[in-house]
């Protein structure tokens, strides 16, 4: 994926993320790390179109330039998505929520109709590789938060993506579960080679995970590189200006700045 002179102003006026500039290698563990506000949604929205661009371009690997509405509902059917919020459908069984990532596949028509027995045994395999096979059935707001979000991502993983997006994925969840939902995202994108950017507000988790971190500051990137560069100078670049995160008797959370 490639951002050229990405920059996006909402009607309001307010300068959400400004001209940017980024190329994202395949295969590698990306975190947008910021406060609130910082434009880590904004950018990582405007990867799949979500957030449209008020200038600039996007590029996938796979289709080139993304300039028109066919190219990007081929990009969004290979990029899988997870929400801070789940967004899930309650009544419906986890299973049924998972089914939802092979809409994309299909015409509108189409996907009024039963899946095929393929799709259900992938989408199977999906809930399995995240530990939830046994609550396939089972109504998804009687799930736990972590159990959630692991739909999510077992939602994301039956489209086949190529790239994974996941706007603050475990902002809602306790430390200890944020902790090992994102491992187990991790481990998952590495075992299928897929490149994944993923938004953040933990630094350690960014430390502890990242192969690359970009840090985001009023719209602006203002440190990129590997987790072993992010001193408490980057740090005070990326949180200038707001509440730098305090030390968390978690060790998930805690804050160890490198001299």
């Known amino acids: 994926m490639r951002l050229f002179d990405a920059g996006v102003t909402y009607p309001n006026g307010t300068v959400a993320l400004q001209p940017t500039s980024l190329e994202f290698a395949e295969g590698v563990f990306t975190i947008l790390l910021g406060p609130s506000g910082a434009g880590k ?3 990582l929205r405007s990867l799949n179109g979500i957030v449209p661009l008020s200038q600039g371009q996007v590029a996938s690997a796979h289709l080139g330039v993304l300039r028109n509405a066919r190219q990007w509902r081929e990009h969004r059917r290979k990029t899988g998505m997870i929400f801070q ?16 990532g092979r809409l994309g596949h299909h015409s509108t028509l189409r996907s ?3 899946l095929s027995v393929d799709e259900k045994r992938m989408a199977l395999e999906a809930l399995d590789r995240v530990g939830l096979l046994d609550y396939a ?4 707001d009687q799930l736990s938060g972590g159990q ?5 991502i077992a939602r994301a993983l039956a489209q086949a993506p190529n790239l994974i997006l996941a706007d603050e994925p475990v902002a ?3 430390p200890a579960t944020a902790e090992r939902v994102l491992a187990l995202l991790h481990g998952i994108c590495r075992q299928d080679g897929l490149s994944a950017i993923i ?4 630094v350690e988790l960014a430390r502890q995970f990242a192969d690359r971190i970009i840090g985001i500051n009023g719209g602006h990137v203002v440190f990129d ?13 990326i949180y200038d200006g707001t509440s730098i995160p305090q030390k968390n008797p978690s060790a998930a959370y805690e804050l160890e700045m490198t001299p």
């Open 41 to 43: 949604s904004t950018l």
């Open 85 to 100: 919020q789940h967004q899930l459908i309650g009544r419906l069984t986890a299973l049924a929520n998972v089914l939802m």
């Open 112 to 114: 009024l109709l039963p």
């Open 137 to 140: 059935l089972r109504r998804a």
């Open 148 to 152: 959630q979000q692991r739909v999510g």
């Open 172 to 174: 809602s969840l306790d």
């Open 199 to 202: 938004s953040l507000h933990q």
């Open 225 to 237: 590189g590997p987790p072993d560069r992010l001193g408490e100078d980057a740090i005070r670049r």
